[in-house]
């Protein structure tokens, strides 16, 4: 049993360690996910277009639309912008099941699978270290109050498919695509900086949003990569977007492509913080050192059996 986090497998270079690891297997892994998620992105906007035609509503306005005019604070709108992210997580899910080059827990971490323990440890001070203050500065700077968007209903939706979003993403940008360029190169610098690119590229803001989006990924690719799992960098991202939807649905701010400076410094400031908090825990304190049980040990004997 593994006693601590340095001697835990890499997470980025942790694909390699599998018997069937082949350097062309991450590819074809991605480009059934990109096939897989087109599918099921498909039935989400199905499932959307039909809900809203049952509701008098025209669901083709909310495609394709602008942070400015998204709508994420009604049942069907959140389903919509949500769902179409989700998608993600079963893609790989049947993707990696086809290629079978690993088993599905290796994405989650180099520890053995995903550790819900780990996350809600995590989650408590990315809400002290992230969403509080976030507020708070909302709440200062607010100018004037807008109109409250949720209704019930979407504050359930959105409880419940926000954090789904999150990880999903988190399991496609430092899971699938930080391990992919892990895989090929050896120093772990290069793949956080790709994926953080890649992450940046899928939000469209402007120029500060644009960094704020690499920095935030470049942020959790280095939680991912400390902790060697993504429980903590999860913690951060559900905190994250939790907070903006919710003080954008209450009318308190609003989601926008059009980010000033300091709506870029302020949120990657606590950001930072919070990354030092995983640092002292990992390093200090012995979180994330728990191995629930050897991926790689298990698999090959899968494999060759």
Not at 88 to 115: E, M, V
Not at 234 to 241: D, E, K, Q, T
Request: hydrophobic share 50%; glycine share 8%.
């Amino acid at each position: 049993m593994l006693k601590n986090n340095t001697s835990i497998p890499a997470y980025t270079s942790y694909p390699k360690l599998f018997a069937p690891y082949k350097w062309f297997k991450p590819l074809i892994t991605c480009l059934l996910v990109g096939i897989f998620y087109m599918i099921f992105s498909s039935i989400v906007v199905l499932i959307t277009i039909i809900w809203g035609a049952a509701q008098g509503v025209n669901i083709m306005d909310k495609l394709n639309v602008s942070y400015d005019a998204l709508d994420a604070y009604s049942p069907i709108g959140a389903f919509l912008s949500f769902g179409n992210i989700i998608a993600f997580l079963p893609a790989l899910l049947l993707a990696n099941r086809i290629t079978h080059a690993r088993p599905f827990s290796s994405y989650s971490s180099s520890r053995g699978g995903f550790s819900f323990a780990d996350f809600f440890k995590s989650f408590g001070p990315a809400l002290v270290l992230l969403a509080l203050p976030i507020g708070i500065y909302s709440f200062v700077t607010l100018s004037q109050k807008g109109d409250v968007r949720f209704d019930v209903a979407g504050i359930i939706f959105c409880i419940i498919l926000c954090p789904l979003q999150c990880i999903a993403e988190e399991y496609i940008f430092r899971g699938l695509l930080m391990q992919t360029f892990g895989s090929w190169i050896k120093f772990p610098a290069i793949p956080i900086l790709l994926q953080a690119i890649c992450f940046a590229a899928m939000h469209p803001y402007n120029i500060w949003g644009i960094i704020a989006a690499g920095s935030m990924g470049i942020i959790l690719g280095v939680c991912t990569c400390i902790t060697k799992g993504l429980e903590a960098s999860c913690a951060l991202h559900v905190a994250n977007n939790m907070t903006t939807f919710f003080l954008s649905g209450f009318g308190i701010s609003s989601i926008a492509t059009s980010v000033s400076f300091m709506d870029f410094l302020f949120p990657i400031i606590f950001c930072l913080l919070y990354l030092g908090f995983i640092v002292l825990a990992t390093k200090k304190f012995g979180w994330f050192s728990k191995v629930k049980k050897d991926d790689v040990a298990s698999f090959n004997v899968n494999v060759q059996a």
